[in-house]
């Protein structure tokens, strides 16, 4: 293991090289979706009494259920990196920036023959988000960001301009639809997906004509305070990102030989 503590602040430079040698991709398509400050004891699926999830609960015989985890972090980036990374409990407090250096899932799922595809539903300015650093980069065969839909001279922008329109203020659910597109990329990918996901703004989060299944709620830019209404727009806000995104994937993803797994950032 390289010492990549430094004198520095953090470290900044390439990652290892792999410690295990997978020689096979197995499944064609594996996908790991990260979502934004989803709650597990708010989803319907983990028996939250109103019904946030109810495209989940039908398809529940065909899934496994983890129940609640315990996010690695409060913070958006730093749970991300520990994912990436595999950081264990043992590895805290990390003060040599293993995080940052160790060899992370990108190595290993192109150690194993995957194409590697990252799907940024969060940003539409910069590349790196969530401690994602320029060596990370290097992994990645395909980056998207909902930006590419307008910028003329990108692939995304031609592949899919019939999607802008129609998924326009739809922001999860165009990316489960640009992601089961994407698949056909390449015969073995590996997908991370960084939802928006539940962020306040709650209201932000679901279309301005969707219709509010859990009323009062709050109205668009305004603080948070009523506690009723708060909860109200955070459980459509689930309703819409999370049960909608699912419901928007995976009916377009029958007949793929897949995995995926679904977790959230932190709640």
């Not at 015989?61 to 990436?84: F, Q």
């Not at 539903?121 to 990645?140: A, C, F, K, P």
């Not at 003329?152 to 739809?170: I, M, N």
């Not at 703004?201 to 305070?225: I, K, Q």
Request: aromatic letters at 10%.
């Amino acid at each position: 293991m390289t010492d990549c503590a430094l004198l520095d602040d953090t470290y900044e430079g390439p990652r290892e090289e792999p410690v295990l040698d997978p020689r096979t991709a197995a499944v064609k398509h594996v996908i790991l979706v990260v979502d934004e400050s989803v709650r597990a004891d708010y989803l319907s699926i983990n028996g939250f009494p109103r019904p946030t999830t109810p495209y989940l609960k039908t398809v529940e015989g065909k899934t496994l259920n983890y129940g609640a985890a315990l996010a690695g972090s409060g913070c958006s980036a730093y749970s991300h990196v520990i994912m990436r990374s595999g950081l264990q409990p043992r590895d805290v407090p990390d003060t040599t920036f293993l995080e940052l250096c160790a060899a992370d899932v990108f190595q290993y799922a192109q150690a194993a023959g995957y194409r590697l595809q990252y799907l940024d539903g969060q940003v539409s300015s910069i590349r790196t988000n969530n401690m994602l650093t320029h060596y990370d980069e290097q992994h990645i065969d395909w980056f998207y960001q909902h930006s590419d839909l307008h910028r003329p001279d990108t692939e995304a922008a031609v592949k899919f301009a019939s999607l802008r329109e129609a998924y326009a203020e739809r922001g999860d659910a165009l990316l489960a639809r640009i992601l089961s597109e994407s698949l056909d990329r390449g015969s073995h990918t590996f997908s991370l997906v960084v939802k928006a996901g539940a962020h306040f703004h709650y209201e932000d989060r679901y279309p301005r004509d969707a219709p509010r299944v859990f009323a009062p709620t709050l109205v668009r830019d305004e603080p948070l305070g009523d506690r009723e209404r708060t909860v109200n727009s955070y459980l459509n806000a689930l309703r819409w990102t999370v049960d909608g995104f699912f419901a928007e994937l995976l009916p377009a993803l029958d007949g793929r030989d897949y995995v995926l797994i679904y977790t959230s950032d932190h709640g």
